[in-house]
Nanobody, 115 residues
Framework: QVRLVESGGGLVQAGESLRLSCAAS????????IAWYRQAPGKQRELVASITRTGTTNYADSMKGRVTISGDIALSTVSLQLNSLKSEDTAVYYCNLRDSRGDSWGQGTQVTVSS
């Protein structure tokens, strides 16, 4: 199995930036996709962005233009750059790996944006 550990969350003011990191350990298949999700209090978990080992990225409309996902070719480290943060971006951000074995999740990292 793959182990995912997120880091980089914290408390910031509106308009500021944060860089989240997801460290993946274990065997990562060539068809793997790593994604960042977020879950705000009382809301469903939603996709923020994803990246494949070939570098193909996908962004959800909710943060498009304010977020950049990047990773090494092995996807051992995947980063999520969050810019121009808003109070509505407050959530727990989770790293997810999906491959032919299924889904693996990290424990999440809290991002709190004060207005």
């Amino acid at each position: 199995q793959v182990r995912l550990v997120e880091s980089g969350g914290g408390l910031v003011q509106a308009g500021e930036s944060l860089r989240l990191s997801c460290a993946a350990s274990g065997i990562i298949f060539s068809n793997a996709l790593i994604a960042w999700y977020r879950q705000a209090p009382g809301k469903q978990r939603e996709l923020v962005a994803s990246i494949t080992r070939t570098g193909t990225t996908n962004y959800a409309d909710s943060m498009k233009g304010r977020v950049t996902i990047s990773g090494d070719i092995a996807l051992s480290t995947v980063s999520l750059q969050l810019n121009s943060l808003k109070s509505e971006d407050t959530a727990v951000y989770y790293c997810n790996l999906r491959d032919s074995r299924g889904d693996s999740w990290g424990q999440g990292t809290q991002v709190t944006v004060s207005s």
